[in-house]
C-alpha cells in the first residue's frame, strides 16, 4: 500500500523567514499530489495540486512546491511565511489511472510562525 | 466556507453503542468521502459514495457504514463502537469521484468511553 511521509511534524518560524516542508511518497506508479492546509477552527483546504506536466506547481498565497520523480518528493515552499500562515499542512497522493479512490495523507506538519 | 456542513460537531458515546453522522455536500457535489482523522495523523479514508452506492473503500470494518441519498447528503454509520473509534470524522464532497480535489467539512468530533 502506498506511504506518504512529512518529516517535519512541528516546525517553528520567524515572519520572513523561508519555509520549505518535505513530503515523500512510497508509489512507482503515476500520482496525482496535493498539499492540504487546515488553519486554527477552519476546515481542510486544498492549497496546490500537481497532475502532470511543469513540475513546480504554484498554489494559493504565495506557496510552490516541486515534484521530483526520482526522489518521490513533493516539497512544499514558501519565500517568506507571515504569521497567518500558523496552520497544520497536510501532503496527500492519490494513485492515478488507477480506479482507486483513495487520498492517501502524511501526518501533517504543524507550522507555527512567531510574529 | 466550502458549504459542506456536518453534524453534530461534537459528541459522547459509550462502547457498544452506536452513532450516525451526518454530511450535507457542497452544491453540485455528486461525490462524498468520509475520512476518519486520529489525535496526530492525517486523515484515513473510510469510503466514498457516488451516485447512492459505495464506490470504494478504505481498511475500515464492516461495522463501518454509509448512504447517500439523492440530493447527495450522506451518513456515516458506526456499531458496536470501540475506544480507538475516537477521532474526528471528515466528510469530504468533490464534482468527480476520481479527483483528488476535495471540499472538507469542519467535522465530527466522537469521543467513546
Same mark, same amino acid.
Not at chain 1, 48 to 73: M, N, Q, R, T
Given at each position: 500500500?502506498? &506511504?506518504?511521509?512529512?518529516?517535519?511534524?512541528?516546525?517553528?518560524?520567524?515572519?520572513?523567514?523561508?519555509?520549505?516542508?518535505?513530503?515523500?511518497?512510497?508509489?512507482?506508479?503515476?500520482?496525482?499530489?496535493?498539499?492540504?492546509?487546515?488553519?486554527?477552527?477552519?476546515?481542510?483546504?486544498?492549497?496546490?495540486?500537481?497532475?502532470?506536466?511543469?513540475?513546480?506547481?504554484?498554489?494559493?498565497?504565495?506557496?510552490?512546491?516541486?515534484?521530483?520523480?526520482?526522489?518521490?518528493?513533493?516539497?512544499?515552499?514558501?519565500?517568506?511565511?507571515?504569521?497567518?500562515?500558523?496552520?497544520?499542512?497536510?501532503?496527500?497522493?492519490?494513485?492515478?489511472?488507477?480506479?482507486?479512490?483513495?487520498?492517501?495523507?502524511?501526518?501533517?506538519?504543524?507550522?507555527?510562525?512567531?510574529? | 466556507?466550502?458549504?459542506?456542513?456536518?453534524?453534530?460537531?461534537?459528541?459522547?458515546?459509550?462502547?457498544?453503542?452506536?452513532?450516525?453522522?451526518?454530511?450535507?455536500?457542497?452544491?453540485?457535489?455528486?461525490?462524498?468521502?468520509?475520512? %476518519?482523522?486520529?489525535?496526530?495523523?492525517?486523515?484515513?479514508?473510510?469510503?466514498?459514495?457516488?451516485?447512492?452506492?459505495?464506490?470504494?473503500?478504505?481498511?475500515?470494518?464492516?461495522?463501518?457504514?454509509?448512504? %447517500?441519498?439523492?440530493?447527495?447528503?450522506?451518513?456515516?454509520?458506526?456499531?458496536?463502537?470501540?475506544?480507538?473509534?475516537?477521532?474526528?470524522?471528515?466528510?469530504? &464532497? &468533490?464534482?468527480?469521484?476520481?479527483?483528488?480535489?476535495?471540499?472538507?467539512?469542519?467535522? &465530527?468530533?466522537?469521543?467513546?468511553?
Amino acid at each position: 500500500a502506498q &506511504s506518504v511521509s512529512q518529516h517535519n511534524h512541528h516546525v517553528i518560524l520567524s515572519e520572513a523567514a523561508s519555509l520549505e516542508l518535505g513530503c515523500n511518497y512510497s508509489y512507482g506508479g503515476t500520482v496525482n499530489l496535493f498539499w492540504y492546509v487546515q488553519y486554527p477552527g477552519q476546515h481542510l483546504q486544498l492549497l496546490l495540486k500537481y497532475f502532470s506536466g511543469d513540475p513546480l506547481v504554484k498554489g494559493i498565497k504565495g506557496f510552490e512546491a516541486e515534484f521530483i520523480k526520482s526522489k518521490f518528493s513533493f516539497n512544499l515552499r514558501k519565500p517568506s511565511v507571515q504569521w497567518s500562515d500558523t496552520a497544520e499542512y497536510f501532503c496527500a497522493v492519490k494513485l492515478a489511472n488507477t480506479g482507486r479512490r483513495a487520498l492517501t495523507f502524511g501526518s501533517g506538519t504543524r507550522l507555527q510562525v512567531q510574529p | 466556507e466550502t458549504g459542506v456542513t456536518q453534524s453534530p460537531t461534537h459528541l459522547i458515546k459509550t462502547r457498544g453503542q452506536q452513532v450516525t453522522l451526518r454530511c450535507s455536500s457542497q452544491s453540485g457535489h455528486n461525490t462524498v468521502s468520509w475520512y %476518519q482523522q486520529a489525535l496526530g495523523q492525517g486523515p484515513q479514508f473510510i469510503f466514498q459514495y457516488y451516485r447512492e452506492e459505495e464506490n470504494g473503500r478504505g481498511n475500515f470494518p464492516p461495522r463501518f457504514s454509509g448512504l %447517500q441519498f439523492p440530493n447527495y447528503s450522506s451518513e456515516l454509520n458506526v456499531n458496536a463502537l470501540e475506544l480507538d473509534d475516537s477521532a474526528l470524522y471528515l466528510c469530504a &464532497s &468533490s464534482t468527480d469521484r476520481n479527483t483528488g480535489e476535495l471540499f472538507f467539512g469542519e467535522g &465530527s468530533r466522537l469521543t467513546v468511553l
